[in-house]
């Protein structure tokens, strides 16, 4: 029997080769020009020809056992996976708090918060003859995590005016004098203030400062679906086409369990490909893809129809249901709460297309390209501040929570309009790249693009900005609505339909660069280049900047002076009169930013398997965005609105290209490559990054050359490690036969990976609570008045740096510490993967793998407080993961 | 129990061992190596070489599809040297298993592969390149590179190098028909009249640009490992 079928099997491998041969003879032959050199061969194939037409298929290899791997599979064994005809996997990644370590700030005696994570999917790929690939997998993950949240809320008995337990003095800020026995009386007691207790909880820590934890669960869902086809056809020509859909809800936790947000994600993406190879010379590729994004976040609060009427303050609405829920509250010294950013929802559409060619013309390799993207942001709404904020710093009494007790804030604003924008923007771009080889040693490469991003506009005539940016001395100004007459009166029309920022047609972006071998050995190769290139402002920018402003949405701002309180919480905006009008724009002539890059490299390869390679990078980044504030006055006592340059107007904010930064980083790392069952990569880096862009305020509108700093972020110095080490290596496992002898198949198939991650802390500033010097704007530093040698100060977690070196500045006065002066603690996490695989007798692969997050438990902990004059300042309230551990199943066939 | 650890390693080691040394299989005739011999001869011999650059993926989740360590793998072989074709022969017969067949079936089957066995490689040598993944985009990717690609446009990628001819330029490129084989390079054996190889030479190299990966691969293979009863053998 076994003879027959072998015979039959030497038939259809001879019918085979012969059928092979003669397809391949009515093929084209791509190598025209060498192959026409080598004619006349004995068997009638010339020698290239023959190099070309080998190949070992077997024509009847489904015939053999399925147990076997097949031949392609057999000749490049492949350590990790199996593929056949039909291949794919089943997996499963399962977490939850059984398995992990205690935080350090979880309240001790007490079970974890709550944690069970779980992801699966599955993906199963098939080649169809050679010519077509079909794939498709789908990802889900359930998540239900409770975080430990830390914050400070007020003890019970202040809730009835008793701040007994304070341990300073409150003062009554009608007489000046303190309150006897730090009592506010039950009469003083604002109705607003007690509406809102109820969603004050009281302490359940014993902990004085973090005496409220929230183990309230994070929520997340998420399934993504992918599919994907390519076709290489006869023609010499490639398709692909990918659609890939993710859908997913989510609840995310507030410090304080009466509030939260309800997440919705849903996103598509949809691409197309087409690459063609066209004679000898030419490769080409077209594409076109859609991808359609959105994200809606709403407060649990949402949907309470009167919820914010409820509260007793005049003068707050929320237009639909949607809308409804708290005003946002900040406490100096206690915990924020409020629906603070609720409704969040971003709807954005992008559609493209690009071409390129390549082509080699000699020791030239030429390629050109060109891509177009049409962007669309719909039905945007990102601040939902309608419902009113309301800031409480302590300047009345002496206490946060005092002053919002007796409704006193020191500023209260509100929204008013739609915040919706509609923004549309066209980009463009066309490069020509070439890779030009001087010498076998030296190569040029060479090229220059030019982009350009119209700047967003408007689709539903719903923007509008403050023109012309005059600030000193004195500033004024008008807020122009795009398209109107009076900015067409301006000259704004160069802006184009619904736009008010002109556009940047200057964007050219060169780039060179050279390879170089000195020794003419292949090892060892130095590169250089330098290279320019863009980063448009993007979409956020616009809405927050044009997108919101009057008459559409406007904020107004009332703020109290810092030493007699003016605004009652019930009426807060009927005190100032008019309210302040908060203005905002874009610099008309906003110059696209843009980096310019070098590089050195020297990269030198050993012993076959090691990598070594020591680089240089640096950059210098111009005319990235801030935002400048404007009619901003001087500090001073007294009430801010009638002290502004320009008293007709509130504060401006308005985005300019100003700001600059460069870095530097300097990178030794050692490689590895798999060899031996072990590989492993290691860096060490040097980074030095400074710039002058403040978060969002600076601290001296005049004196923005102070604001040059440490980038935020940016630590000094990173050490990573990854390896990958099979435990008993030097076996290959893919040859089925002997892996079915059992003891072999339990010592066998143990792997060991990981990434270690290490670096010094990133750098941050220290300020003063709320507007110390009451020129209208936050982002005050404190004052440093001396510098303990880190010598004799030893960090800890109630005071992680020396706080008495800072101190609030002289009232009305800036303070004269620096930005990003501390730095915070380091990181430095040890993430370990044990994994076994096995090998079934059929060759499909079963893992099992655990993993350890923070495998040693190191307590890396977050930034400590930084803001000067309150029990809270220099103590940290968070760590970073503790030890978790995951585990999973894995069955690949 | 330490006792017991060492004994498994031992038996581990010498599993390992048991695969014999190439230039000894060489000395046997094709038709009688084993398996393991001919994907030893495909994958860890002079003519052959693996380069596997890695990746882990860090954090939680289930990394690209279930995969965490990302392994992709060149297999870089010598297809102008016989031991490689004859490798690739061994395995063509048993997979249909050769070793039990008739005398007349074994001719047959014999007439079919001698084609590729005797293929005439006596101006060219020819580097293959395979590629394999466990991430199926990256596989996919870099199929569709070495598909796409042609001589003209390959020439500034890949090169041979050897000690006098620091560059040798590539004669012709055969995109991959079969993941078995993969792509072909072919370059020339002699350059004005001089043999770009000879035995006193150290190494030859072989270098492609494969922009897919990101990746410069370099492969080298020494001359003197290559010398069979001091022939060069490529």
Same mark, same amino acid.
């Given at each position: 029997m076994s003879r027959v079928l072998n015979s039959l099997l030497v038939f259809g491998l001879v019918i085979g080769i012969w059928d092979q041969g003669s397809a391949k003879a009515k093929a084209k032959p791509k190598q025209g020009e060498a192959a026409s050199q080598e004619s006349g061969a004995g068997s009638g194939k010339s020698p290239l020809d023959q190099i070309r037409d080998y190949q070992i298929r077997l024509v009847r290899e489904t015939a053999v056992s399925t147990s076997r791997p097949s031949l392609a599979e057999m000749v490049n064994p492949f350590p990790a996976k199996q593929s056949g005809r039909l291949n794919g996997s089943v997996y499963w990644f399962h977490r939850n708090d059984n398995l992990d370590a205690r935080n350090f700030f979880d309240p001790g005696g007490q079970p974890l918060p709550e944690y069970k994570r779980n992801e699966f999917g599955a993906s199963l790929g098939v080649r169809v003859r050679d010519k077509i690939n079909l794939f498709g997998s789908l990802r889900s993950l359930r998540i239900i995590k409770g975080s430990t949240l830390l914050s400070h809320v007020p003890e019970p008995e202040m809730k009835r005016g008793d701040f007994s337990s304070l341990g300073a003095p409150i003062v009554d800020p009608v007489t000046g004098e303190p309150f006897p026995g730090n009592q506010i009386p039950q009469s003083r007691l604002h109705p607003v203030a007690e509406n809102l207790f109820r969603v004050i909880p009281d302490p359940n820590s014993p902990d004085p400062d973090r005496n409220f934890v929230n183990n309230q669960p994070r929520v997340t869902n998420r399934d993504t679906y992918l599919f994907r086809f390519d076709y290489t056809g006869d023609d010499d020509a490639r398709s692909f086409l990918q659609y890939s859909l993710t859908d997913g809800d989510g609840k995310l936790v507030h410090p304080l369990p009466s509030f939260g947000w309800n997440r919705t994600l849903r996103s598509q993406s949809l691409s197309l490909s087409h690459n063609r190879t066209l004679g000898t010379r030419w490769v080409t590729e077209g594409s076109i893809g859609y991808n359609r994004y959105l994200s809606l976040s709403v407060s649990p609060n949402s949907g309470q129809v009167g919820l914010v009427d409820s509260v007793g303050i005049s003068g707050l609405a929320a237009p639909d249901a949607l809308t409804e829920g708290y005003p946002d509250f900040e406490v100096t010294g206690y915990a924020s709460f409020g629906d603070s950013s609720s409704p969040y929802k971003w709807l954005s559409n992008r559609y493209s297309a690009s071409f390129s060619t390549t082509t080699a013309l000699g020791d030239h390799t030429l390629t050109l390209g060109t891509s177009l993207t049409k962007r669309q942001v719909n039905d945007t709404h990102i601040e939902g501040r309608g419902r009113g904020e309301f800031e409480f710093s302590g300047f009345y009494t002496g206490d946060g929570f005092a002053d919002f007790v007796l409704g006193l804030p020191s500023v209260a604003s509100r929204t008013v309009g739609s915040d919706r924008t509609d923004l549309r923007r066209n980009?463009?771009?066309?490069?020509?790249?070439?890779?030009?080889?001087?010498?076998?040693?030296?190569?040029?490469?060479?090229? /220059?693009?030019?982009?350009?991003?119209?700047?967003?506009?408007?689709?539903?005539?719903?923007?509008?900005?403050?023109?012309?940016?005059?600030?000193?001395?004195?500033?004024?100004?008008?807020?122009?609505?795009?398209?109107?007459?009076?900015?067409?009166?301006?000259?704004?029309?160069?802006?184009?339909?619904?736009?008010?920022?002109?556009?940047?047609?200057?964007?050219?972006?060169?780039?060179?660069?050279?390879?170089?071998?000195?020794?003419?050995?292949?090892?060892?190769?130095?590169?250089?280049?330098?290279?320019?290139?863009?980063?448009?402002?993007?979409?956020?920018?616009?809405?927050?900047?044009?997108?919101?402003?009057?008459?559409?949405?406007?904020?107004?701002?009332?703020?109290? %002076?810092?030493?007699?309180?003016?605004?009652?919480?019930?009426?807060?905006?009927?005190?100032? =009169?008019?309210?302040?009008?908060?203005?905002?724009?874009?610099?008309?002539?906003?110059? @696209?930013?843009? /980096?310019?890059?070098?590089?050195?490299?020297?990269?030198?390869?050993?012993?076959?398997?090691?990598?070594?390679?020591?680089?240089?990078?640096?950059?210098?980044?111009?005319?990235?965005?801030?935002?400048?504030?404007?009619?901003?006055?001087?500090?001073?006592?007294?009430?801010?609105?009638?002290?502004?340059?320009?008293?007709?107007?509130?504060?401006?904010?308005?985005?300019?290209? =100003?700001?600059?930064?460069?870095?530097?980083?300097?990178n030794l790392s050692a490689e590895r490559r798999l060899s031996d069952g072990m590989s492993l990569r290691s860096a060490f880096t040097l980074l030095r990054s400074l710039d002058d862009r403040y978060r969002s305020e600076p601290s001296n509108p005049r004196n923005l050359k102070a604001e040059r700093a440490p980038s935020r972020g940016v630590p000094i110095r990173q050490f990573s490690l990854n390896y990958i080490i099979d435990l008993l290596p030097g076996r290959e496992r893919t040859l089925g036969a002997e892996g079915r002898n059992p003891l072999l198949q339990l010592v066998d198939g143990w792997r060991l990976s990981g990434i270690t991650r290490i670096q010094d802390g990133t750098p941050f500033s220290v300020f003063v609570p709320g507007d110390g010097n009451n020129d209208g704007l936050g982002g005050d530093r404190a004052d440093r008045i001396s510098m303990t040698p880190s010598d004799r100060f030893e960090s800890s977690v109630d005071m992680w740096f020396p706080v008495d070196d800072f101190a609030e500045p002289a009232p009305y006065s800036f303070g004269n510490s620096g930005r990003n002066i501390l730095r915070r603690p380091g990181f430095h996490a040890w993430d370990i993967s044990l994994i076994k695989q096995t090998r079934l007798v059929n060759g499909d692969l079963v893992e099992l793998r655990v993993e350890l997050f923070n495998a040693f438990n190191q307590v890396n902990f977050r930034q400590p407080n930084a803001v000067v004059g309150t029990s809270l300042f220099g103590k940290i309230f968070g760590a970073h993961r503790s030890r978790e551990i995951e585990v999973a199943l894995k069955y690949s066939f | 129990m330490l006792l017991r650890a060492c004994l498994v390693l031992l038996l581990f080691l010498s599993a390992a061992a048991a695969v014999p040394d190439p230039q000894q299989i060489l000395r046997k005739d094709f038709s009688s190596w084993t398996l393991s011999e001919a994907t030893r001869i495909l994958n860890r011999s002079p003519?052959?070489?693996?380069? @596997?650059?890695?990746?882990?993926?860090?954090?939680?989740?289930?990394?690209?599809?279930?995969?965490?360590?990302?392994?992709?793998?060149?297999?870089?072989?010598?297809?102008?040297?016989? %031991?490689?074709?004859?490798?690739?022969?061994?395995?063509?017969?048993?997979?249909?298993?050769?070793?039990?067949?008739?005398?007349?079936?074994?001719?047959?089957?014999?007439?079919?592969?001698?084609?590729?066995?005797?293929?005439?490689?006596?101006?060219?040598?020819?580097?293959?390149?395979?590629?394999?993944?466990?991430?199926?985009?990256?596989?996919?990717?870099?199929?569709?590179?070495?598909?796409?690609? @042609?001589?003209?446009?390959?020439?500034?990628?890949?090169?041979? =190098?050897?000690?006098?001819?620091?560059?040798?330029?590539?004669?012709?490129?055969?995109?991959?028909?079969?993941?078995? /084989?993969?792509?072909?390079?072919?370059?020339?054996?002699?350059?004005?009249?001089?043999?770009?190889?000879?035995?006193?030479?150290?190494? /030859?190299?072989?270098?492609?640009?494969?922009?897919?990966?990101?990746?410069?691969?370099?492969?080298?293979?020494?001359?003197?490992?290559?010398?069979?009863?001091g022939a060069l053998v490529l």
């Open positions: 980009q463009w771009q066309a490069y020509i790249r070439d890779r030009w080889r001087l010498s076998p040693i030296l190569a040029l490469t060479g090229g /220059v693009a030019y982009h350009y991003a119209s700047p967003y506009r408007s689709a539903s005539d719903t923007i509008s900005g403050f023109f012309p940016l005059l600030f000193e001395p004195p500033p004024t100004g008008r807020i122009i609505v795009a398209d109107s007459f009076e900015a067409r009166a301006l000259g704004l029309e160069r802006a184009g339909r619904g736009g008010l920022v002109f556009p940047d047609r200057n964007d050219w972006a060169p780039r060179i660069g050279l390879s170089y071998k000195p020794f003419r050995t292949n090892r060892l190769v130095l590169r250089a280049s330098y290279s320019l290139y863009y980063s448009v402002v993007g979409s956020s920018s616009f809405s927050r900047y044009l997108g919101k402003n009057f008459p559409f949405y406007y904020t107004e701002r009332a703020q109290s %002076p810092v030493d007699s309180p003016d605004l009652d919480l019930a009426n807060p905006f009927e005190n100032v =009169a008019p309210p302040e009008l908060v203005v905002r724009g874009i610099e008309t002539g906003l110059r @696209t930013p843009y /980096v310019q890059a070098w590089t050195l490299i020297l990269e030198n390869d050993f012993q076959e398997v090691w990598h070594l390679r020591a680089s240089y990078y640096g950059n210098k980044r111009t005319g990235w965005s801030r935002v400048l504030p404007g009619n901003v006055p001087l500090p001073a006592s007294g009430p801010i609105q009638s002290r502004r340059p320009n008293p007709a107007f509130g504060q401006f904010r308005i985005l300019t290209g =100003a700001s600059s930064g460069s870095s530097h980083r300097m | 003519w052959a070489r693996k380069q @596997t650059y890695t990746r882990v993926l860090g954090g939680v989740g289930s990394g690209i599809h279930g995969e965490k360590e990302i392994f992709n793998t060149f297999f870089v072989r010598l297809l102008s040297a016989p %031991p490689i074709r004859r490798a690739y022969a061994r395995i063509q017969q048993i997979q249909n298993g050769y070793d039990e067949m008739t005398p007349v079936a074994k001719s047959r089957l014999d007439a079919g592969i001698a084609p590729g066995l005797n293929m005439d490689v006596s101006r060219w040598i020819v580097v293959t390149i395979s590629f394999r993944s466990n991430n199926p985009n990256m596989e996919l990717s870099v199929k569709r590179f070495f598909d796409s690609q @042609t001589l003209e446009t390959m020439r500034d990628r890949a090169y041979l =190098a050897t000690e006098g001819f620091p560059r040798i330029e590539l004669a012709a490129y055969f995109p991959p028909r079969e993941e078995a /084989v993969g792509a072909k390079f072919v370059f020339p054996r002699r350059i004005d009249g001089a043999a770009v190889v000879s035995p006193d030479q150290k190494e /030859v190299n072989f270098e492609v640009n494969i922009p897919s990966v990101y990746r410069r691969l370099r492969v080298n293979f020494p001359v003197s490992d290559m010398l069979v009863e």
